[in-house]
C-alpha cells in the first residue's frame, strides 16, 4: 500500500522563526514508500504533540499551559477569521477540551480547595480548580478529568467519592458534562459579560464564550449549564428560565465550536495563583495559539517551546494538540535532537536530508498528522533544540531528499549499528533493496571518550567491573596467567556491570593494598557496546508475555541464539530448545526486557559449557561439580565461583545466581543510516552525499 506523503498548509499559518527536530523510528514501524505527490518548499508538517489516535498513537493530557516571551493570539481555524483573544506577552494561559468531569466541590476559601486538590493530585483523577462569581461571592470549584465518556467519568466519580475528601455540607461530587444552553449572541465581549453577571449573580453557572461568525468576525455568546445529559440539561433549564425568565434559551448544539471562558486557580496548589482557562468546545471545533517569531511554551511538554501554531481540537475525548510547522524549520528541531550540534557539518547535512526524507513519506500516517514528536517518528524537542550550526546544515540542504525508483525513501536510521548496519530480514522483514547491511566501523566513534572497565574478582569471590582511572596493574599475574590490579584510591566501587548507575548499588569495594584478579577488559557500555543483565527465568518470561506467538516454558533453564541474519543479527532464539516465535526479529529488543539492539550474545551466568574429546558437550550449573585434569591430577571443583578461562587471557566467573547475560554491540535496529556511523565518516572526511549512499542503496539525492 503506498501513502500520500503530501504535508497539508495551513495558509494562515504565520512565517515561523526557525527550529528544530530529531528522528528515530520506533520499534514496529513499516517502511512503505510514498507516492509522487510533494510538499511544496514552503508547505508546513503536523506533528502530534498531544493526541489519542487509538493504536497508532496515543499521548493525552487534561489540560495544556501556554505563554510566550512575545503575545500571540487564540484563534478560530478558519480562513480569514479574525483573533478571538490577544494573549500578553509572558501570561500564561490554559486550555482543556469541554467533555464529561466530576464537580468534586465548591469552596469559598481557596485553601479549602488546594488541600482536596492535593489529595486528588496523587490519583488517576487529575484535579482542575476554577474561581467564579455566584450569588455576589467568589466561589472556587474542584474538578477532576476531563474524561474520555460519560462511562469513565462515572468510574472516576465512584473513585473520588473513595478518597475520603471533606466535602462542605449539602454538596455531593456530582458528574458534569458538554451539554450547555446559550442565552443567544452579544456584539461584545463587555456586553457578553453584562448577561453573565446577571446569570451568575442569580446562583447559576455560566460563562463567556468566544466563537467566529460564517464571515470570520469574532463573536460573543453566554453560555449557562454543564450537564452530563439532556436530563440534566432540561432540568438546569427550567431552573434558570424560572429565575431569569427574561432570557430566551436555547441549547447549544454539541457541534457548535466555542472557547469557554473560564479563570483558573490551579496553578501552584501552594500558593494562589489565576489564569485565563479557555476550554475547546464542539466536536468539530478547531482553534489554535498562533505562531509569533518568539514560539510558545508548553510547560506539560517538559517547558518546550515551539514554532508555528499550536492546534487545538478534541479528539476521541482528549485534548489534541497538533504543532503545525513550516518544515524545514520542523528539521532545526529534528536534526538538534537526534544528533550533536558539536558534530561535523557534513554529518548534520547527512542527517537533514534524512530526516527531511523521512517526514515527507509519512503522508498522513497519524490521521490527524503527519509525524508525533517522540521516537515513533522523530524525536521533535522544538527551540531548545536548535543551533546556528544545525540551521545552517539545514539551509545548506534545503529541499533535498533521497529517492529511489520516483518516490521519496523513508530514510529511516538508528543511533548506533555496532559497526554493521541491519539487513531488511533482521529487522521488519521489509525495506526494498534500498536497506542492505554494510560495514560501519566507524561506529566506534560513539566510545572515543568511553573509559574502559576491569571485569575482576576479588579475594572474597565476588566479581564485578572497576573503572580503569580508579584501579592499576600491579605487574603480577596469577599461574594460569591472568593479571592482578589493585586500587589506586580509597573504596574503589566493584559495579555489577561496566558503567555507572545511580539507582544500582556496588557489589564490592577494593582498596589500596587488597588485589583482585582481571577476567577481562571491555568497554563502558554505551551506544557502540553493552552489557546487560543478568536477567533471571522470571524476569525473562515476564518481558515475553505477550510478545510471543507460541506458549512459554514455566522456567528458562537454557537461552541461546540458534539463527542470525546476514549482519549477526539475531532472527532466531530457542528456550529449552523450542522457538520464541516473534513477528519480526526486531521485537526480541523489547522481548528480553528492553535491549539496545539484536546484535547480541547470551552467556548463561550460573553455568558453563564443557567440550569432550569426542566433541561432545555438557553443560556443568552452579549447582553441580566438575571434575578436573590438572597438573597434580583429577581434582573436583565446585560449580560456584569456578573461573572458566576463554580466549587471549580472558575468562569469566560463574555466579551463584542462574540467569542470562547479554552482550551486544549497536543501539537501535540498525536499519538505514547510523548516526555514530556517520559522525565518524565525517570525521574521515567523507561529504554528506557520499555518506548517505553509503548508508542507502540504489538512491538518489534530489532537490525537491
Known amino acids: 500500500m503506498e501513502m500520500n506523503h503530501t504535508i497539508w498548509k495551513w495558509r494562515s499559518a504565520s512565517v515561523l522563526s526557525r527550529g528544530l527536530l530529531a528522528a528515530a523510528l520506533a520499534v ?55 483573533p478571538l483573544q490577544a494573549v500578553p506577552a509572558q501570561t500564561k494561559i490554559r486550555v482543556s477540551l469541554d467533555g464529561y468531569r466530576v464537580k468534586v466541590l465548591e469552596s469559598s476559601t481557596w485553601q479549602a480547595a488546594a488541600d482536596a486538590a492535593k489529595k486528588l493530585q496523587s490519583t488517576t483523577d487529575k484535579p482542575q480548580l476554577f474561581v467564579a462569581t455566584k450569588n455576589g461571592a467568589t466561589v472556587y470549584q474542584l474538578y477532576t478529568g476531563v474524561y474520555a465518556s460519560e462511562n469513565a467519568a462515572k468510574e472516576g466519580l465512584a473513585r473520588v467519592v473513595k478518597v475520603g475528601l471533606t466535602i462542605p455540607a449539602g454538596q455531593a461530587p456530582m458528574l458534569t458534562g458538554n451539554k450547555h ?175 527531511r526524507s523521512y517526514a515527507l513519506s509519512q503522508g498522513n500516517k497519524f490521521d490527524v498528522a503527519n509525524v508525533v514528536d517522540t521516537t515513533l517518528s522523530q524525536v521533535y524537542n522544538g527551540i531548545g533544540a536548535e543551533a546556528p550550526v544545525i540551521t545552517r546544515a539545514v539551509d545548506a540542504t534545503a529541499g533535498e531528499v533521497l529517492m529511489s525508483g520516483g518516490k521519496i525513501v523513508e530514510a529511516v536510521f538508528s543511533s548506533n549499528s555496532g559497526g554493521v548496519t541491519a539487513d531488511p530480514t533482521e529487522v521488519w522483514n521489509n525495506g526494498g533493496d534500498v536497506f542492505v547491511s554494510v560495514a560501519s566501523p566507524e561506529d566506534i566513534a560513539a566510545a572515543a ?124 532464539v530457542k528456550a529449552n530448545g523450542e522457538i520464541l516465535q516473534v513477528k519480526y526479529p526486531d521485537l526480541f529488543r523489547s522481548s528480553f526486557n528492553g535491549l539496545p539492539s539484536t546484535l547480541f550474545d547470551i552467556v548463561p551466568s550460573g553455568s558453563y559449557t564443557v567440550l569432550g574429546a569426542d566433541g561432545s558437550t555438557a553443560t556443568i550449573s552452579n549447582s553441580q561439580s566438575a571434575g578436573v585434569l590438572s597438573a597434580s591430577g583429577m581434582v573436583t571443583v565446585a560449580g560456584t565461583g569456578t573461573v572458566v578461562m576463554g580466549k587471549a587471557n580472558t575468562a569469566r566467573v560463574i555466579s551463584s545466581n542462574s540467569g542470562f547475560l547479554f552482550i551486544g554491540q549497536g543501539n537501535g535496529h540498525g536499519l538505514g543510516m547510523s548516526q555514530w556511523g556517520v559522525k565518524g565518516m565525517a570525521d574521515n572526511g567523507n561529504d554528506y552525499k557520499q555518506i548517505l549512499q553509503h548508508y542507502y542503496h540504489n538512491v538518489t539525492i534530489v532537490k525537491e
Open 181 to 355: 444552553l446559550s442565552t443567544g449572541g452579544y456584539s461584545t465581549q463587555q456586553e457578553a459579560t453584562v448577561a453573565l453577571n446577571q446569570i451568575t449573580a442569580a446562583g447559576f453557572d455560566a460563562w463567556v464564550v468566544l466563537l467566529s461568525a460564517a464571515d470570520g468576525s469574532a463573536r460573543y455568546e453566554v453560555w449557562a449549564g454543564e450537564a452530563a445529559n439532556e436530563s440534566d440539561l432540561a432540568t438546569f433549564q427550567a431552573g434558570l428560565a424560572a429565575a431569569l425568565p427574561q432570557f430566551v434559551l436555547s441549547a447549544v448544539a454539541v457541534t457548535a465550536p466555542g472557547l469557554i471562558v473560564r479563570m483558573d486557580a490551579g496553578l501552584d496548589w501552594n500558593s494562589e495563583s489565576q489564569a485565563s482557562h479557555y476550554i475547546v468546545s464542539g466536536s468539530n471545533a478547531k482553534f489554535a495559539a498562533s505562531a509569533n517569531d518568539a514560539g510558545i511554551q508548553m510547560v506539560e511538554r517538559s517547558k518546550r517551546t515551539y514554532r508555528g501554531n499550536l492546534e487545538l481540537s478534541g479528539l476521541n475525548g482528549s485534548l489534541a494538540v497538533i504543532n503545525v510547522v513550516p518544515l524545514e524549520q520542523y528539521l532545526y528541531a529534528v536534526v538538534g535532537g537526534e544528533v550533536s550540534s558539536g558534530w561535523p557539518e557534513e554529518a548534520l547535512k547527512a542527517q537533514a536530508v534524512a530526516a
Open 28 to 82: 514496529g514501524s513499516f517502511l512503505i514508500p510514498a507516492n509522487e505527490s510533494h510538499a511544496d518548499a514552503d508547505g508546513t508538517i503536523r506533528v502530534a504533540l498531544y493526541a489519542d489516535i487509538g493504536s497508532k498513537y496515543k499521548s493525552t493530557v487534561p489540560l495544556v499551559t501556554l505563554q510566550s516571551e512575545q503575545s500571540f493570539n487564540l484563534v478560530s481555524i478558519q480562513t480569514g477569521s479574525a
Open 449 to 572: 571518550t568511553s573509559k574502559k572497565w576491569f571485569n575482576v574478582i576479588l579475594a572474597n569471590g565476588v566479581s564485578g567491573y572497576a573503572r580503569e582511572d580508579n584501579v592499576k596493574l600491579t605487574g603480577n599475574q596469577t599461574s594460569a596467567g591472568l593479571d592482578i590490579v589493585t586500587a589506586t584510591t580509597k573504596d574503589v566501587n566493584i559495579r555489577s556491570l561496566p558503567v555507572i548507575e545511580s539507582t544500582v548499588s556496588p557489589v564490592g569495594k577494593l582498596n589500596p593494598g587488597e588485589n583482585a584478579v582481571v577476567l577481562d577488559k571491555v568497554i563502558e557500555s554505551g551506544s557502540y557496546s553493552w552489557i546487560k543483565g543478568p536477567y533471571t527465568s522470571a524476569v525473562l518470561l515476564k518481558s515475553l508475555q505477550g510478545k510471543t506467538s507460541g506458549s512459554l516454558p514455566s522456567s528458562i533453564l537454557s537461552l541461546q541464539v540458534t539463527g542470525r541474519g546476514p549482519s549477526g543479527r539475531a532472527i532466531q
